[in-house]
Nanobody
Framework: QVQLVESGGGLVQAGGSLRLSCAAS????????MGWFRQAPGKERKFVAH????????NYADPVKGRFTISRDNDKNTVYLQMNSLKPEDTAVYYC????????????????WGQGTQVTVSS
């Protein structure tokens, strides 16, 4: 059974930082690209960041470029999202996901999903 379990969310003031983690089990982690998405209340789930299967390539949505960093540790089957200079508009439920597709910035191309972790940024 595949499981992706996010952690590290919480309440933080604007300008602060959080580090999200996503621990994977039940799948060959090192053969999947990983991504982070977020979904604010009443809005669609949106791409945040992607990292390739060996961690040598990343890409980010424009709103988070220069503030967020995605990384992975294949020995620990874990992907991370370091979020700095947080803004109130970053408030959302954050999801990690795994894909073997060459299309890595859209939610439907991701096969496995975590349950999400809430990030709330106060102004």
């Amino acid at each position: 059974q595949v499981q992706l379990v996010e952690s590290g969310g919480g309440l933080v003031q604007a300008g602060g930082s959080l580090r999200l983690s996503c621990a994977a089990s039940g799948l060959p982690f090192s053969v999947y690209d990983m991504g982070w998405f977020r979904q604010a209340p009443g809005k669609e789930r949106k791409f945040v960041a992607h990292i390739n299967l060996i961690g040598s390539a990343t890409n980010y949505a424009d709103p988070v470029k220069g503030r967020f960093t995605i990384s992975r540790d294949n020995d620990k089957n874990t992907v991370y999202l370091q979020m700095n200079s947080l803004k109130p508009e970053d408030t959302a439920v954050y999801y990690c996901a795994a894909t073997s597709s060459i299309v890595r910035t859209t939610a439907p191309t991701y096969r496995y999903w975590g349950q999400g972790t809430q990030v709330t940024v106060s102004s």
